[in-house]
C-alpha cells in the first residue's frame, strides 16, 4: 500500500512537472500527408527531433526559472529583454525554433484540401498588385535569406500586409524584428525543412510550398 502511495504521488509530481513546461502542438495532419510536396521521412526527423530539440532545450534553459514555464511562448519572445539575461539567447532561437514551428505545421495542408477564397486574392492583389507579385516576392524572401532562416507575410499594425525574411529562429514578433506584426504565412528555409528531398535546391522547396499552403488558416489569421 505504502509503495503504492509512492508511486502514484511519484506520477502525479511528474505530470505536474510535465504539465507546465513547453509541448508540441500536434501535428495536424500524417507524416505523409504532405507527399510529394513534402516528404514523410523530413516531417518525421523535423517534428520529432528539430521541433521537439528546440522545446527541449527551451524547457532545460526555464528550469531555473519555473514561473516562466506559465507564460505564453510569444509573450516571452516578444519581451526578450526583460528576460534574465542568461536566457534570452537560448529562448530567442530555442524558444523562437518552438513558437515559428507550431505555426509552420498549421499553415501548410494536404495538396487540394483548401483553396484561396475570393477575398483572400483580392487583399493580396490590393496589397501587392497580384497574386503572382505577391508569389514571387515571398519566394525571394526564402531564396535570398543567407544560411538559416524563414520567409513571412506579416500583417503590420496598420493592417497592411508584408513580406519579409529573418534569420536563424527569429520572428516578426521579436521586438527587434525589421517588419514587426503577426505573421499570417511563413515558411521554414533552414536546409533541415528540405535537404532530404531537394538537396542543394532550395527554389524547387520554396514553389513546392504553394501546393501545401493551408489558405483558409492564412485567411483567418489575416482576418483574425
Ligand atoms: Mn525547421
Given at each position: 500500500m505504502k509503495r503504492l502511495t509512492f508511486l502514484l504521488v511519484l506520477i502525479i509530481s511528474t505530470s505536474v512537472l510535465v504539465m507546465g513546461q513547453f509541448k508540441l502542438a500536434k501535428l495536424p495532419y500524417k507524416?505523409?500527408?504532405?507527399?510529394?510536396?513534402?516528404?514523410?521521412t523530413t516531417m518525421y526527423i523535423h517534428y520529432n527531433f528539430h521541433h521537439q530539440g528546440?522545446?527541449?532545450?527551451?524547457?532545460?534553459?526555464?528550469?531555473?526559472?519555473?514561473?516562466l514555464?506559465?507564460?505564453?511562448?510569444?509573450?516571452?519572445?516578444q519581451n526578450i529583454k526583460e528576460l534574465p539575461a542568461d536566457i534570452q539567447t537560448t529562448v530567442r532561437n530555442n524558444g523562437g525554433g518552438y513558437y515559428n514551428?507550431?505555426?509552420?505545421?498549421?499553415?501548410?495542408?494536404?495538396?487540394?484540401?483548401?483553396?484561396?477564397?475570393?477575398?483572400?486574392e483580392?487583399?493580396?492583389?490590393?496589397n501587392f498588385g497580384s497574386v503572382e507579385a505577391f508569389k514571387t516576392e515571398f519566394e525571394k524572401a526564402g531564396m535570398t535569406r543567407f544560411?538559416?532562416?524563414?520567409?513571412?507575410l506579416v500583417k503590420v499594425p496598420s493592417g497592411k500586409l508584408k513580406i519579409s525574411s529573418t534569420a536563424n529562429q527569429d520572428s516578426p514578433i521579436n521586438s527587434d524584428a525589421e517588419?514587426?506584426?503577426?505573421?499570417?504565412?511563413?515558411?521554414?528555409?533552414?536546409?533541415?525543412?528540405?535537404?532530404?528531398?531537394?538537396?542543394?535546391?532550395?527554389?524547387?522547396?520554396?514553389?513546392?510550398?504553394?501546393s501545401v499552403v493551408n489558405w483558409d488558416?492564412?485567411?483567418?489569421?489575416i482576418d483574425n
Open positions: 507524416y505523409n500527408a504532405l507527399e510529394p510536396y513534402i516528404d514523410s528546440y522545446a527541449t532545450n527551451l524547457n532545460k534553459a526555464l528550469e531555473k526559472y519555473p514561473e514555464y506559465k507564460k505564453d511562448i510569444a509573450e516571452l519572445l514551428h507550431n505555426l509552420f505545421w498549421k499553415m501548410m495542408a494536404p495538396a487540394g484540401t483548401t483553396k484561396m477564397s475570393g477575398k483572400l483580392k487583399k493580396l492583389i490590393d544560411g538559416s532562416g524563414w520567409a513571412w517588419v514587426k506584426g503577426k505573421p499570417v504565412l511563413t515558411l521554414d528555409v533552414w536546409e533541415h525543412a528540405y535537404y532530404l528531398k531537394y538537396q542543394n535546391k532550395r527554389a524547387a522547396y520554396v514553389k513546392a510550398f504553394w488558416e492564412v485567411e483567418k489569421l
